[in-house]
C-alpha cells in the first residue's frame, strides 16, 4: 500500500504562486506514475499532470507553462510548483499514485483557492 498526504494549500493572489507537496510513503518501489488532479466545485476531477517511473512529465494545456511536476525520491515527496495563478485554477488538489501491479491511491486533497 501506499498513502499520501498533501499539503502547501492556501490562498493566493493572481498572478501568486504555491507549491504543493505530496509526502509518500509506504510501498514506494512499486509506484509506476504519479499525478496531480483537481476538482472544482461543481466540476469534475480533471487531470492536471503526470511524472512517470521514468521522470517523463506531461501537462494539460491550461497549465502548461505555468506549472510544474517534479519529485525528490530522497525525500519521497511529489511537488507541483504552480506559477502565474488564475482564479479559474481555485479547486482543491489531489495527489494520486499507480502502482506496477495496478493498485491507485489518493490523498485527501489541499485547497487552493486564487482570489484577489
Known amino acids: 500500500q501506499v498513502q499520501l498526504v498533501e499539503s502547501g494549500g492556501g490562498l493566493v493572489q493572481p498572478g501568486g504562486s504555491l507549491r504543493l507537496s505530496c509526502a509518500v510513503s509506504?510501498?514506494?518501489?512499486?509506484?509506476?506514475?504519479m499525478r496531480w488532479f483537481r476538482q472544482a466545485p461543481g466540476k469534475q476531477r480533471e487531470l492536471v499532470a503526470t511524472i512517470t517511473r521514468g521522470g517523463v512529465t506531461g501537462y494539460i494545456d491550461s497549465v502548461k507553462d505555468r506549472f510544474t511536476i517534479s519529485r525528490d525520491n530522497a525525500k519521497n515527496t511529489l511537488y507541483l510548483q504552480m506559477n502565474s495563478l488564475k482564479p479559474e485554477d481555485t479547486a482543491v488538489y489531489y495527489c494520486f499514485s499507480a502502482s506496477i501491479l495496478g493498485a491507485s491511491y489518493w490523498g485527501q486533497g489541499t485547497q487552493v483557492t486564487v482570489s484577489s
Open positions: 509506504g510501498s514506494i518501489s512499486s509506484i509506476d506514475f
